[in-house]
C-alpha cells in the first residue's frame, strides 16, 4: 500500500522544508538580534524603526508576505535574488520573507530574554564603566539568550511549521507534495498521515531537545 | 530618556547619539529611496494605479468588503468551534483518570505539532471525498477545519496554563467545604482561569485572522488576501498598491486585536482580583510549561 510514495520524491520535499527552516533560522536570529538591540538602545530613532517593524510585520499574515515576495519583488520588480531558474528563485524568496516575519517573533523573545536579567547585573555593569554595547554583548545578551532558548525554541518550531507557507508560491516543500499526492492518489488518510509523520518527527524532538537545553542552560537565579 | 541599560547621556553622549540618529536615518533613506525608485521605474507608484482605493467605491464593495467578510466569517466560526472544543480538551487533559488525560494528551499534541496548511488541504480533500458539501463552499470547510483542530488544541494548552497557574489553596479550598471534583472546576476554578487567560485567549485571535490568509492563497477560498489578487490583474497589474490596501487593513485589524489583548493584561493584572497570575498575552511562556513548543502566538 505504501507503492505510490515512490512515485513522489517524499524525502527531497522533507529536505527542502530542512533546508527553509535552517537558512530562515539563521538570518531571523541574525536580524531579530539586531532588532532586539535596537529596540532597547539608547537611540530614539532605531527604537522606533524596532518598535514600528515588529508591531507591522507580526500583524500582517505570513501568507501575505511570501506571496508579496513573489507576486511583488519578483514579477513586479524583477528582483530574483541572485538567481536563475524558477525555483530557486521561489526558495529564495521564500526564505526571504520567512527571514523578514520571524525575526519580529525572534526579537519579541530575546526582548522578553532581556526582562529576565536582574537590574543589578545591568547596574554593576555600567557601574565599572561598561559602555552600552559593551553592557549589551558582555552582559546582557548572554545571560538573555541563555533564558531565551525556549520561547526561541517555540519560534522554532513555529517557523518550521510555517515553512509549508511556502507551498503558496510554489516550492516543492511538504505540503506542495502532499496536495499532488492527494490529487493523483485515493489513499487520503495514509497521505496525510505520513505527511503529519513526517511534521511530528521534526517538531517534537526540536521541542523536547530544546526545552532540556533551556533547562539546562538557564541562569540559576 | 533613561534605561537600566545604560546611564544618563552627557554631552558627549548626546553628540554621539545625535550623529547615530542622522546616520540611521540616512541609512533609512537610501533604502526607502532605492524602494521608491524601483517602485517608480516599474510604473507603480502611478496615480492609476492606486485611484481604484481612492476615488469611487467600486475596488471597496467588489473585492475587498466581500474578500473580508469571508476571512472575518472563517475566524468567527474557527473561535466559535475551537473554543468550547479547546476548553473540553484543556479540562480533559488535567483529569485524574490517565484513560482520560493520556488520549487527550496525544491528540492535543499531535495537532499542535502539524502546519495548519497540512490540516487545511486534508480538510479539503476529506470534504471533496467524504461529504457532498457543494464545491463552492468546500474552501470555506476546509479552512474552518484546519483552523479548528489547530487552535482548539493551542487553547487547550492555554486553559490548561490557565487552571494550572491558579494557586492550589483555591482547589484545596474548595474542597475542603466539600465540593465535588466537577463543582471544582465549574464553580472555583474555571470562573477565575477565564480571567486570567483572556489576554492569551484575544491574542490567538490574531493567529487564526492571519491563518484565514492561507485559504486564499493555496484552497481558492476567496478571502481578503485572494481579492488582492483578483484586484491586481483587474486593475491592470496593481500588485503593490493591492497587497499595500490588503496588508494594511490587515495590519488595523490584528493590531486592535494584539491591543486590545495587552489592555486586558495591563487591566487584570492591576484589578488583582483573580488570585492567579495572569497569562501574558503573548503565550510564549505557556508553551514553556507544557514541554513541547506551540510556537505561540506566530
Known amino acids: ?221 | 530618556m533613561s534605561s537600566v541599560l545604560y546611564d544618563a547621556q552627557g554631552p558627549r553622549a548626546k553628540r554621539r547619539n545625535i550623529l547615530f540618529n542622522v546616520l540611521f536615518l540616512v541609512a533609512l533613506a537610501a533604502v526607502l529611496w532605492w524602494v521608491f525608485s524601483a517602485l517608480d521605474e516599474k510604473g507603480q507608484l502611478d496615480w492609476v494605479k492606486w485611484e481604484p482605493f481612492f476615488t469611487g467605491t467600486e475596488a471597496w464593495t467588489t473585492y475587498i468588503w466581500p474578500g473580508l467578510q469571508n476571512t472575518l466569517l472563517a475566524a468567527a466560526l474557527s473561535v466559535v468551534i475551537a473554543l468550547p472544543l479547546g476548553a473540553v480538551l484543556g479540562i480533559a487533559r488535567l483529569s485524574d483518570h490517565a484513560w482520560v488525560r493520556v488520549p487527550v494528551g496525544v491528540v492535543v499534541e499531535f495537532f499542535r505539532s502539524i502546519p495548519v496548511l497540512v490540516l487545511m488541504i486534508f480538510g479539503l480533500a476529506l470534504f471533496s471525498e467524504y461529504s457532498n458539501v457543494s464545491s463552492d463552499d468546500r474552501p470555506l470547510y476546509a479552512v474552518v477545519t484546519g483552523l479548528v483542530l489547530y487552535n482548539a488544541s493551542v487553547l487547550a494548552e492555554i486553559v490548561r496554563a490557565g487552571i494550572l497557574a491558579l494557586p492550589k489553596g483555591q482547589a484545596e479550598g474548595a474542597m475542603a467545604i466539600g465540593l465535588r471534583k466537577g463543582q471544582v472546576m465549574r464553580l472555583i476554578l474555571l470562573p477565575q482561569a477565564v480571567t486570567t487567560m483572556l489576554p492569551a485567549i484575544v491574542s490567538q485571535l490574531v493567529v487564526i485572522v492571519k491563518d484565514t490568509a492561507l485559504g486564499g492563497a493555496v484552497l481558492t477560498f476567496s478571502e481578503l488576501l485572494s481579492a488582492a489578487n483578483t484586484m491586481s490583474s483587474y486593475y491592470g497589474a496593481n500588485t503593490i498598491a493591492s497587497f499595500t490596501v490588503v496588508a494594511a487593513i490587515f495590519i488595523a485589524i490584528n493590531f486592535a486585536l494584539t491591543s486590545f489583548a495587552s489592555w486586558l493584561e495591563r487591566r487584570l493584572r492591576r484589578a488583582k482580583k483573580s488570585s492567579g497570575a495572569v497569562l501574558k498575552a503573548d503565550d510564549s511562556q505557556i508553551a514553556g510549561a507544557a514541554g513541547t513548543g506551540t510556537g505561540g502566538s506566530i
Open chain 1, 1 to 221: 500500500m505504501f507503492d505510490f510514495l515512490q512515485d513522489y520524491d517524499l524525502l527531497g520535499a522533507f529536505w527542502t522544508t530542512v533546508q527553509l527552516t535552517v537558512l530562515s533560522a539563521v538570518g531571523s536570529l541574525i536580524w531579530g538580534t539586531m532588532l532586539a538591540a535596537m529596540r532597547v538602545g539608547p537611540v530614539p530613532l532605531m527604537r522606533g524603526f524596532g518598535t514600528a517593524y515588529v508591531n507591522i510585520v507580526r500583524n500582517i499574515p505570513l501568507t501575505v508576505i511570501i506571496l508579496f515576495t513573489s507576486l511583488g519583488l519578483n514579477q513586479t520588480l524583477n528582483i530574483t535574488m541572485g538567481a536563475k531558474d524558477f525555483e530557486t528563485i521561489n526558495f529564495r524568496l521564500a526564505v526571504l520573507g520567512l527571514i523578514l516575519y520571524t525575526a519580529a517573533f525572534v526579537c519579541e523573545a530575546l526582548r522578553s530574554g532581556i526582562n529576565t536579567v536582574p537590574v543589578g547585573q545591568a547596574e554593576a555593569a555600567r557601574a565599572i564603566g561598561l559602555s552600552f554595547s559593551q553592557v549589551l554583548r558582555l552582559v546582557v545578551l548572554p545571560q538573555a539568550f541563555r533564558s531565551s532558548v525556549v520561547p526561541l525554541a517555540n519560534v522554532l518550531i513555529a517557523l518550521t511549521k510555517n515553512t509549508t507557507v511556502a507551498a503558496a508560491i510554489g516550492v516543492a516543500e511538504a505540503a506542495l507534495v502532499m496536495k499532488e499526492m492527494i490529487e493523483n492518489e485515493a489513499q487520503l488518510l495514509l497521505i496525510a498521515g505520513v505527511i503529519a509523520f513526517g511534521f511530528v518527527v521534526l517538531t517534537l524532538p526540536t521541542g523536547l531537545i530544546l526545552g532540556w537545553v533551556g533547562k539546562k542552560v538557564a541562569v540559576k537565579r
